[in-house]
């Protein structure tokens, strides 16, 4: 375990044992690594023959004991080149990171994986989560096989296979008719009254360290070497920040030289992080009345937004917004040309990638990443087919 | 590529160049391959450095060019063990191979990624297959990727979501008021109109070539060797014919000693197998007014039937038949002691492997394996929770 402190990003206080956010500027906490004692062990090579998931990375995430570890089969999930997308919309290299082959179906069960794993190990018996629907999922399922309790609420309008995954999986389920904020300060004075865990986005440290598992896999899996640009479709922003911290990371063991730039898409409904990048401010402000196809990414007002402002500003990145319109065409052309059944949020890098391209910021023959977080199984109401009933005596037409 | 012919089961009639099926004895035909090459050629090493999925068992597939692969980013599925379910039940040595992890999220995707890579490889511009959903749905997203016409034919009561990743995908899709051998009619009747290629169970002998990795898999997981019982959801077949095809290669081969006992699993209202294997036929009889929750394996007469009580018989197996009740109870047992949230076929095979250690049939220390077909994400109305709506002032209670 090299594991060395918590640090405050914002006022750079250390904590050497567990807190939930910085006592004196209420900030997300980050985990920090003793990167000079992992550079002269680490090596590419020992990755050979190790499990072929995200836990072949150990060196750099925050788990002490290999039996904490809490695992439902993940697998470093595909890196899949779209010639034919690509052709159709101008660029030589484009490539699709495909986490809805997660179990649980999303990019949400990586920072269970690691959360969960870590509140074993820390005796967590219990704690709440608000959530747009997927992180909640996630949780759920990876707290069942801990044996952790989990109480967990969700917007009524949140996807409804997520209800079906959290209360099978033996979960405490409520849901709220308002956002995720509303959820957020039900389950603040949950933590207040009852001194269970804060499970929250970015209230605890160590979901982040699962995330950026992203990262380190999109640099193996491009032999060790970064692509030139990652589009990730960012709500919470969790994902986005934890493939900026892997690849900082990695920079500092000398194992990749360039950072990709990193594109923060959003839907036009909910951009706070778009209009905060506009007028080059670093947090953002509340987004009134948000709603989109896109529902994981409906954050009105994310507690890292500095921190992705940071990931964006640092790696010359960009924030870019798209309509419902064009995320739902996006993802009808990516199951069209790719056989890729995404959700709307994967399907929203697609159509930001395009735009990006018209406008020049990205140049055609550059390698550039489409993060889908989910899979489009997850969505069932997204896509509404009206295929014709045949009688057991008729025949089709071709 | 180290296929020598296509041959007939029933009659060992062989055929060198494609055929449907044995125009001798209208049975199903299997690929046949030349052993003793393979066995001077391969080694177990030669794995290590070789992709994570299906295809690094290249010298035992069917596809001669790689180019010709089509691929949405396989993955090796987890074999995953079930510490805290096999306490519960009494088993010491309980395993779950889960399937819910390729793309789509069902091991139908198996077989139509090497389906599609050979019809590609072979040319084919357009096919046609009657489906319980999930195969139709695999062979439509592999379709598109391949630029070959799919037109899939479904029962009206099919998985819904089936229906989105077809027609998402650009498949031609027609739902028929009946069954899965209705669709067969009608699918038959494209065939003799139009010349395409029939893509339904058991009449192209490619698909059962990717189903049959998942025996590779299971015995490289379990480090080159055999665990004493699988246990298989069964409806087609094809997944447990593929299995025991894998078994018989890797023991010509000399890579295995022992077979496992094959378990067919049925549902108490769908049982022709197990109504067919009590009386110790080689054939089963079509079952009249089948339902049951576990939609995917409700299949009155397979095709393959002879070849599945073969793969029984042979391996000293058996077959069991399991109510709906305790489907949906073993599928909660499942979520809620491990965090799998899997698919009601595949939860028949807890239920069995239960009824069949309690009966005897299964040692407690034997070494058992559940195979998981696909993920519960793609039945969200088969579990439905009715979570309390809170207002945004609500308190919880823990």
Redesign the interface.
């Known amino acids: 375990m090299y594991v060395t402190h918590l640090e405050c990003p914002k006022c750079k206080s250390r904590y050497k044992k567990l807190s939930q956010f910085c006592e004196k500027c209420s900030s997300p906490l980050l985990v920090r690594y003793d990167i000079k004692k992992i550079k002269s062990t680490f090596s590419k090579e020992k990755l050979?023959t190790r499990t072929?998931n995200l836990w072949r990375y150990k060196e750099l995430l925050p788990i002490i004991h290999t039996k904490n570890i809490v695992?439902?089969?993940?697998?470093?999930?595909?890196?899949?080149k779209l010639n034919?997308l690509g052709k159709h919309l101008g660029f030589k290299n484009l490539f699709l990171k495909?986490e809805g082959?997660n179990?649980?179906?999303s990019f949400k069960s990586r920072g269970a994986a690691v959360g969960i794993s870590k509140a074993k190990e820390l005796g967590v018996k219990?704690f709440?989560m608000p959530t747009n629907g997927n992180a909640g999922a996630a949780w759920?399922?990876?707290?069942?096989?801990a044996?952790i309790e989990a109480?967990i609420?969700m917007p009524?309008n949140a996807p409804?296979?997520t209800?079906?995954?959290?209360?099978?999986?033996?979960a405490?389920?409520?849901?709220?008719?308002?956002l995720i904020n509303?959820a957020g300060?039900?389950a603040a004075?949950?933590v207040k009254?009852?001194g269970?865990m804060d499970a929250s986005t970015l209230k605890e440290p160590y979901r982040i360290e699962g995330k950026k598992s992203m990262g380190f896999e999109i640099v193996e899996q491009f032999g060790w070497k970064t692509p030139d640009v990652i589009l990730y479709p960012t709500g919470g922003g969790v994902g986005i920040i934890g493939i900026y911290k892997a690849l900082l990371e990695l920079k500092e063991l000398d194992i990749i030289k360039k950072l990709p730039r990193l594109a923060a898409v959003q839907a036009k409904n909910c951009a706070p992080i778009v209009r905060a990048y506009e007028s080059r401010q670093k947090e953002s402000v509340f987004w009134e009345n948000a709603e989109t196809v896109a529902f994981g990414i409906t954050v009105p007002k994310a507690l890292g937004d500095f921190l992705v402002l940071e990931a964006i500003y640092k790696t010359k990145g960009i924030a870019a917004a798209v309509s419902d319109e064009d995320i739902l065409e996006y993802?009808?052309l990516l199951?069209?040309?790719?056989?890729?059944?995404i959700c709307p949020e994967g399907a929203a890098t697609a159509a930001a990638a395009h735009l990006l391209l018209k406008e020049g910021w990205i140049k055609p023959n550059e390698k550039v990443v489409l993060l889908n977080t989910g899979?489009?199984?997850?969505y069932?109401d997204t896509?509404?087919?009206n295929?014709?009933?045949?009688?057991?005596n008729?025949?089709?037409v071709?």
């Open positions: 050979l072929y695992s439902l089969g993940e697998v470093i999930t595909p890196l899949i034919a495909d082959m179990p649980g179906g219990s709440v759920a399922i990876y707290a069942a096989k044996l109480n609420i009524k409804l296979i209800r079906n995954e959290c209360a099978i999986s033996g405490k389920l409520y849901l709220v008719d308002g509303d300060k039900i004075k949950a009254k009852y269970i993802q009808s199951a069209k040309n790719e056989g890729l059944f899979s489009g199984l997850k069932p896509f509404k087919p295929p014709p009933i045949l009688g057991v008729d025949e089709i071709i």
